[in-house]
């Protein structure tokens, strides 16, 4: 029988959002970002509440369906424990459904948190590995969770019945890189965008993403120089392209200035990687245009703290 957890036991929980596939690392390559959701968990004599204060304020549910929610319900699960109340206050700055890893930051928040409450009984592993299920990939989850770059991978077991098993392994980001986001103002579905990809890739193709992610851990580690040609991708952003114009033309645009320019996940977002800013010129026409930018740094790892 798992252990219950006393009312009134509170933790906070600092998470980053992150950048996914980073060119060419599709559900591979993943980097943590300087926008931080903090969430605020108490454990309660019964039911749940939830309130919600920026990004997502006035379209994310207030009950058990809430993935923060879930994603403690997971984690305590995992710990062995159980909470008979819980009180979940969100304070999200990460734009939701834009391609900056909201919902995986969201998923990593609700595990911490219940690792915290039950005396951290869980691992970084096992933290990716719970927070990851909801996406089905880890990248955005172990970035995280990890903060910084992370590679990493899932193994899918050929019986069709046991759980993926998601792993990741942290990248050292060189000191000078920084990011810019170029956030349009409109959503995007990931399940929409996966639909336009195709089934089968050429042989060639392959070829060409592996030597680019290679060319991508080495240009973020210790290459900054590299980090254009190591941005390169053909297995997804082509196909992207239809389905998300308006995040195709700046990221062309850019990249034909020799910006390190790249869809984030699944869009909209445009992210550029480098160790020189933007052209000021080039973000001003950016904001004229309705984009939002946004200027960050490398994300730090997942932060809980308990409070007695």
């Not at 957890?5 to 943590?32: C, E, H």
């Not at 951290?120 to 995280?144: C, K, M, R, W």
């Not at 579905?189 to 336009?196: G, K, Y």
């Amino acid at each position: 029988m798992a252990q219950e957890l006393f009312p009134g036991q509170k933790v906070r929980v600092t998470v980053a959002g992150s950048s996914a596939n980073l060119g060419p690392g599709f559900d591979t390559l993943g980097l943590a970002v300087s926008l931080y959701d903090i969430v605020e968990v108490e454990v309660t004599e019964s039911g749940v509440a939830v309130e919600i204060h920026g990004e997502g304020e006035d379209d994310l549910p207030r009950n058990e369906s809430h993935l923060v929610v879930r994603a403690i319900r997971a984690g305590l699960r995992a710990a062995g424990v159980e909470a008979p109340g819980l009180s979940v206050v969100c304070h999200n700055v990460i734009p939701q459904s834009r391609g900056l890893g909201s919902s995986a930051a969201a998923a990593v928040a609700g595990v911490a948190a219940a690792n915290g409450l039950a005396g951290f009984p869980l691992t970084d592993e096992q933290v990716i590995q719970e927070s990851s299920v909801f996406e089905g990939h880890p990248d955005n989850a172990a970035a995280s969770v990890l903060g910084g770059a992370v590679v990493s991978w899932t193994d899918k077991p050929v019986d069709g019945r046991t759980a993926p098993q998601y792993h990741a392994v942290g990248v050292p980001v060189h000191e000078s890189i920084r990011a810019t986001a170029l956030v349009p103002s409109f959503h995007a579905s990931t399940n929409a965008v996966r639909q336009v990809l195709p089934s089968d890739v050429s042989h060639v193709d392959a070829r060409f993403n592996v030597s680019r992610t290679a060319v991508m851990t080495a240009a973020l580690q210790s290459h900054p120089e590299l980090l254009w040609e190591g941005t390169r991708d053909r297995l997804h952003q082509p196909y992207r392209a239809d389905v998300l114009p308006v995040t195709a033309e700046w990221v062309n645009r850019l990249r034909n200035r020799g910006y390190a320019a790249f869809l984030s996940g699944a869009g909209p977002t445009c992210m550029v990687l480098g160790a020189e800013p933007v052209s000021e010129k080039i973000l001003d026409d950016a904001r004229e245009s309705g984009i939002k930018v946004m200027e960050l740094g490398i994300g730090e790892p997942v932060k809980v703290e308990v409070e007695s």
